[in-house]
């Protein structure tokens, strides 16, 4: 089956803690978005990344931070510094069509709650 | 600066109903929107899209919705509501830059359905 696949689906953090959320996309898609959704507050826009060895940051990215050594994977961790994680992280990519125009595809999400 | 605005937080329609959500959205070039449907605890489906060309497109689930440039609107319709259409409906803009696209997000409306 091709799609995007988020884990784990809950993740609990300690305080002080790093923890990394993993995303996977088997649609040979080129880039891939990381969001963050808080109820009431649509999703907002953390990391993104067009392709390999290559991303820029969202609206708000302190406190995270991302990798992307391959096509498929870009992970997201959140550091002790993101001192209000809970939330629910989405994932997603997309494949650059004619005229630039974009579709994103999002996988099913993972909740980081706080210990 | 680029927004998405859904002014309704929470609606509620009877099922068999018909059903049109609202979004405006401010953005200074030619948008692309998007309509995004979400289920508790769920990620993100595309229901769909505008890009260019005809202003009245068709989804997936019976949905469509029309863009209106003059009103800086991209209103969700459907004729007759199931109760499996409750849900989340989020409303998006592609926002281009030199960088690629990303997308702004409406608060979201929340659909009831009531029999």
């Known amino acids: 089956d091709g799609g995007i696949t988020q884990s784990p689906k809950y993740l609990f953090r300690k305080e002080g803690q790093n923890v990394t959320l993993s995303c996977e996309q088997n649609?040979?898609?080129?880039?891939m978005y990381w969001y963050r959704q808080d109820p009431g507050q649509g999703l907002r826009l953390i990391y993104y990344?067009?392709?390999?060895?290559?991303?820029q940051k969202g609206d708000i990215a302190e406190g995270y931070s991302v990798s992307r050594e391959k096509k498929e994977s870009f992970p997201l961790t959140v550091t002790s510094a993101q001192k209000n994680p809970t939330a629910f992280y989405l994932c997603?990519?997309?494949?650059?069509?004619?005229?630039?125009?974009?579709?994103?595809?999002f996988g099913p999400g993972t909740r980081l709650l706080v210990l | 600066a680029q927004s998405v605005t859904q002014p309704d937080i929470h609606i509620t329609v009877s099922e068999g109903a018909s059903l049109e959500l609202r979004c405006n959205y401010s953005?200074?070039?030619?948008?692309?929107l998007f309509w995004y449907v979400q289920s508790p605890g769920q990620g993100l489906q595309l229901l769909l899209k505008?890009?260019?060309?005809?202003?009245l497109v068709q989804g997936i689930k019976g949905f469509e919705a029309e863009f209106k440039r003059s009103q800086s609107s991209f209103n969700l319709r459907k004729p007759s509501v199931h109760w499996s259409d409750a849900a989340e409906y989020f409303c998006?803009?592609?926002?281009?830059?030199?960088?690629?696209?990303?997308?702004?997000f409406g608060k979201g409306t929340t659909l009831s359905v009531s029999s």
């Open positions: 997603a990519s997309s494949i650059r069509g004619y005229g630039g125009q974009e579709t994103q595809y």
């Open positions: 649609l040979n898609h080129d880039a």
């Open positions: 990344s067009q392709i390999v060895n290559d991303f």
């Open positions: 953005y200074g070039a030619t948008p692309y």
């Open positions: 505008y890009f260019s060309g005809d202003t």
């Open positions: 998006a803009v592609g926002a281009k830059n030199q960088a690629g696209t990303a997308l702004i």
